[in-house]
C-alpha cells in the first residue's frame, strides 16, 4: 500500500513569509509525528497527534510553528514569519496504533528561508 | 525528559568487519527502541527494535542489546558489505510518548 506521503517535497521561502506543509499518513494509522532533521542531525520532535488530538507540542520551537490535523488523517505544518533558522527538512512519521509502535517516515520537505 | 546520547559520531570498517554502535538513555520508563538507517537524501527506515522486555534481538547480520540496568543499548552489524555505508540513528521512547533520537553515526565501509 501507499505509504506516508508529504508535500511539498522542496519550499524555498523568502524570510518573513508563511509556508505550509503537508503530510499525508498511511491510511488508518492513528498517530502522527512531525520531526524537524536540520543538516547533519538526528530528528528532533516537533508535535504528536493521536487522531485529531494534538497530544504534545512541547517540541515546537517557538509560536511560530502551528500544526493541525482536523479529520485525523492529513496534517499541515505551518510555519508564520519564516526565519533562516527554520532551514531544514521536516518528517512527518505515522504509527498505525500508539507512539511506541513502528513509526513510519515520511520523504520529508526540505525547507530552504533565503 | 529523555536524553539519548550516540557514540561515535563517525566509525569507519574494513568491508566484511563488525560495527557497534552504542547509545545511553535517561529515562529509566523508556521501553521501546529502535534503530534507523539513513541514506543520503533519503528519509529514515526502522531496521530493527527492541522492547524493555527482552535483552537481545537478532536480524541476519543486524543485532540490537540492551541493558536496562545500565541504560544502555547496542546496534551490531557482522560482516559489513558497502550498501550498509549510511548513518545511523538509535532511538528511545515510553508509552504513548515521542520518540526521542541520538544524534546519529555516520558509518562508512571501506573497500
Known amino acids: 500500500g501507499a505509504g506516508v506521503s508529504q508535500s511539498p517535497r522542496y519550499k524555498v521561502a523568502k524570510r518573513g513569509q508563511d509556508v505550509a506543509l503537508r503530510c499525508d499518513p498511511i491510511?488508518?494509522?492513528?498517530?502522527l509525528f512531525w520531526y524537524q532533521q536540520a543538516l547533519g542531525q538526528g530528528p528532533e520532535f516537533l508535535t504528536y497527534?493521536?487522531?485529531?488530538?494534538?497530544?504534545?507540542k512541547s517540541g515546537l520551537p517557538s509560536d511560530r510553528f502551528f500544526a493541525e490535523r482536523p479529520e485525523g488523517s492529513v496534517s499541515t505544518l505551518k510555519i508564520q514569519r519564516t526565519q533562516q533558522e527554520d532551514s531544514a527538512v521536516y518528517l512527518c512519521?505515522?504509527?498505525?496504533?500508539?507512539?511506541?509502535?513502528?513509526?513510519?517516515f515520511g520523504p520529508g520537505t526540505r525547507l530552504t528561508v533565503l | 525528559g529523555e536524553n539519548v546520547e550516540q557514540h561515535p559520531s563517525t566509525l569507519s570498517v574494513q568491508e566484511g568487519d563488525s560495527a557497534v554502535i552504542k547509545c545511553t538513555y535517561s529515562d529509566s520508563a523508556s521501553n521501546y527502541f529502535p534503530w534507523y538507517k539513513q541514506e543520503l537524501g533519503k528519509r529514515p527506515q526502522l531496521i530493527i527494535d527492541?522492547?524493555?522486555?527482552?535483552g537481545e534481538k537478532k536480524d541476519q547480520r543486524i543485532a540490537v542489546t540492551l541493558n536496562k540496568t545500565a541504560k544502555h543499548f547496542s546496534l551490531h552489524i557482522t560482516e559489513t558489505q558497502p550498501e550498509d555505508s549510511a548513518v545511523y540513528f538509535c532511538a528511545a521512547s515510553k508509552r504513548d510518548d515521542k520518540i526521542i533520537f541520538g544524534k546519529g553515526t555516520r558509518l562508512h565501509i571501506l573497500p
Open positions: 497527534f493521536q487522531n485529531e488530538a494534538q497530544l504534545d
Open positions: 491510511s488508518g494509522h492513528v498517530s
Open positions: 512519521a505515522s504509527t498505525r496504533g500508539l507512539g511506541t509502535d513502528t513509526q513510519y
Open positions: 527492541i522492547r524493555s522486555n527482552v
